[in-house]
C-alpha cells in the first residue's frame, strides 16, 4: 500500500479504484466502446436537454398545485348525476360494475345501495358546468377554470395513489413532480427555492401526507421540495442561533464551504457541492422569506377576498395567499396538502365543512392571480388521488351516508398557465361510474402539466442504476385538447 492509500483508509472515490485495478483503465475504454452508455452518468443533457432550459417556448412559468388529499367525491363537487337521486337505494347494476376491483372496506357488502348527492348542483358560466351548491366562490370562476371530469388512476387506496400523482410511482424512493420541475428548469429566484410545501388540514377524516411527497428522490437533494410550517419561523433552524449575528454567519459559511470543497475536489460527490448550495440558500432566505411570509402588510380588500381565515397561520386560505406570495416571487412549484376528505361515512356533514375550508380560497387565488396579470402564467390546479363510488359504503340516509374509494373515474380542476378556460373535458355515465368520454390517466395529466411548462415528458429523463427514468415512466400522451 502507497502512503496516500494509508492516510485515507477506505475513502477511496471510482477514480482512485479504477487506477488501482489490474487490468487498469484499458478495460474501462474497450467497455465503454462495446457498451456506449457505460461512463453516461446525468439524464437530460443524454437527450441534447441541459437542466434549467426549456425543451420548447412555455405557455407557464410556474405551479400551484391545490392537492385536497383524502379525494373529495366527485358526485358532490362537479360532476352531476341526478339519476342516482331517482334510483336512491337501488342496487348498482352488475352491468355498470362489471367486476370492477373493491376496497375491502366495500367488497364484502352484501349490496351497493345507489346514492344521490345530498346537494343540489346547478349551471354556471358560458360552459354552462354543474357545480355543487358546496362551492358557490368556484361558481364565480368557472369561465376562468377547465374541468376536468374523466381523470383515472390505477390505485385504490390513499398511500399508492397519492405518491402515484405526485411521483408517477405507486410506491416510493422517485422524484416528486415539484422536484423533477425543479430539475428541468431551475429556480427563478436565486432566494428561495425552486419548491416549496404548504400543509393544512380540515376537520373530516384526515389521510397523512409524508415527506416522500416532496422528496428529491435520486436527484440531487437541492430539489427538494422544503417544508414550510405554520409557526413563527415558517422554515424550521433559518434564523441565527443566540449569540450569532449575520456577520459571524457569513465567515462560517465561507470556512465551510471551503472545507467543503476540498472535501468535493478529493472525492468529487456531487452531493458535497448540494450541501454547499444548501447553506448558500438558507442563508440567502433569512432576509427574503420572513418578508414573503409577513401577510399583515396584504391590503384590506385582499384579505377580504381570502376570507378572514388567510390571517391564521397554518389555514387552507392563509397557505393560498402564500402561495400566490412565493410564486410571484419566482417560486417555480408551490404544492399545498389540504387534508381530511376520506367521507366513508358522515359525507354531507364533513364534505360542507371541507368546501368552505377550500372554496373562497380557491377561488381568490384565481381572482387574485388574475388581476395581478400572473393567471396566464401561473398553472393552478385542484385535485385529490381518486374519487367517490357511488354506492353508500355502510348504512345509508338520505342524509347520512358514506363513499369507498372509486379509482376508475374522478374531477380535478385547471385554471391559467396555458390551459382553455370554461371549459368541461371528458364525461362519465349516467351512474358516474365509468368513463364515457376523453379519458385522462394520471400519466396524460403530468405530460401534460410538464408541456404546459415548456418540457417534452419523453426527454426530462435522469439516468439512476442503468435505468432512464422520468416522470411519467413509460406511458403518458399529452391532452392538446385542453391546451388553449
Known amino acids: 500500500m502507497d502512503k496516500e492509500f494509508l492516510e485515507h483508509g477506505l475513502n477511496m472515490n471510482r477514480r482512485r479504484f479504477l487506477s488501482r485495478l489490474s487490468l487498469g483503465l484499458g478495460s474501462v475504454a474497450l467497455g465503454s466502446l462495446l457498451i456506449p452508455d457505460l461512463l453516461k452518468g446525468g439524464g437530460a443533457e443524454e437527450m441534447g436537454f441541459p437542466p434549467g432550459i426549456p425543451h420548447f417556448a412555455p405557455k407557464a412559468k410556474r405551479v400551484i398545485y391545490l392537492f385536497q388529499n383524502g379525494a373529495p367525491s366527485q358526485l358532490e363537487t362537479f360532476d352531476y348525476k341526478p339519476l342516482l337521486r331517482q334510483m336512491m337505494g337501488q342496487e348498482l347494476p352488475a352491468s355498470i360494475r362489471n367486476g370492477q376491483r373493491l376496497t375491502g372496506m366495500t367488497s364484502g357488502q352484501a349490496s351497493f345501495p345507489l346514492v344521490g348527492s345530498f346537494y343540489d348542483f346547478k349551471q354556471y358560466g ?35 395513489a397519492l405518491t402515484f400523482f ?19 428548469l431551475g429556480s427563478e429566484n436565486k432566494n428561495l427555492p425552486a419548491f416549496c410545501v404548504l400543509l393544512s388540514r380540515g376537520k373530516g377524516n384526515g389521510q397523512g401526507v409524508y415527506s416522500k411527497l416532496w422528496t428529491n428522490g435520486f ?85 377580504k377576498l381570502y376570507g378572514p381565515n388567510c390571517l391564521v397561520p397554518g389555514t387552507f386560505a392563509s397557505n393560498c395567499l402564500l402561495a400566490r406570495k412565493l410564486s410571484e416571487n419566482g417560486v417555480r412549484f408551490v404544492q399545498l396538502y389540504h387534508q381530511g376528505w376520506d367521507q366513508h361515512g358522515n359525507l354531507p356533514n364533513e364534505m360542507a365543512g371541507q368546501a368552505k375550508d377550500v372554496d373562497q380560497a380557491s377561488a381568490a387565488l384565481i381572482t387574485d392571480l388574475k388581476q395581478r396579470g400572473l393567471l396566464d402564467e401561473t398553472l393552478v390546479i385542484w385535485g385529490g388521488e381518486f374519487g367517490r363510488t357511488n354506492y353508500s359504503q ?20 385547471m385554471a391559467g398557465g396555458g ?66
Open 394 to 413: 355502510g348504512k345509508m340516509t338520505v342524509d347520512n351516508y358514506g363513499r369507498d374509494h372509486h379509482p376508475r373515474c374522478f374531477s380535478v380542476w
Open 219 to 303: 436527484l440531487d437533494s437541492i430539489h427538494q421540495g422544503v417544508q414550510f410550517s405554520s409557526g413563527e419561523s415558517p422554515v424550521l433552524y433559518l434564523n441565527d442561533p443566540a449569540g450569532m449575528d449575520s456577520t459571524a454567519r457569513r465567515k462560517m459559511l465561507d470556512k465551510l464551504s471551503e472545507l467543503n470543497q476540498l472535501s468535493y475536489d478529493q472525492f468529487g460527490d456531487p452531493e458535497i457541492n448540494t450541501k454547499i448550495q444548501q447553506y448558500e440558500m438558507a442563508y440567502r432566505m433569512q432576509t427574503a422569506v420572513p418578508d414573503i411570509t409577513d401577510l399583515s402588510k396584504e391590503p384590506d380588500d385582499i384579505i
Open 166 to 184: 405526485q411521483t408517477g410511482a405507486q410506491q416510493g424512493n422517485r422524484p416528486s413532480m415539484g422536484a423533477w420541475l425543479s430539475y428541468g
Open 126 to 160: 358560458q360552459s354552462r358546468a354543474w357545480i355543487s351548491d358546496l362551492f358557490p366562490y368556484t361558481a364565480k370562476v368557472v369561465d376562468d377554470i377547465c374541468i376536468i371530469k374523466s381523470m383515472y388512476t390505477e390505485a385504490i387506496n390513499h398511500d399508492p
Open 419 to 484: 390551459v382553455k378556460p370554461g371549459i368541461v373535458y371528458g364525461e362519465t355515465d349516467e351512474f358516474g361510474y365509468n368513463i364515457t368520454k376523453d379519458p385522462v390517466h394520471v400519466h396524460d395529466f403530468q405530460a401534460t402539466v410538464m408541456n404546459l411548462l415548456g418540457l417534452d415528458h419523453e426527454k426530462l429523463i435522469y439516468k439512476h442504476l442503468g435505468r432512464r427514468y422520468r416522470l411519467t415512466d413509460v406511458a403518458g400522451n399529452v391532452i392538446t385538447n385542453l391546451i388553449a
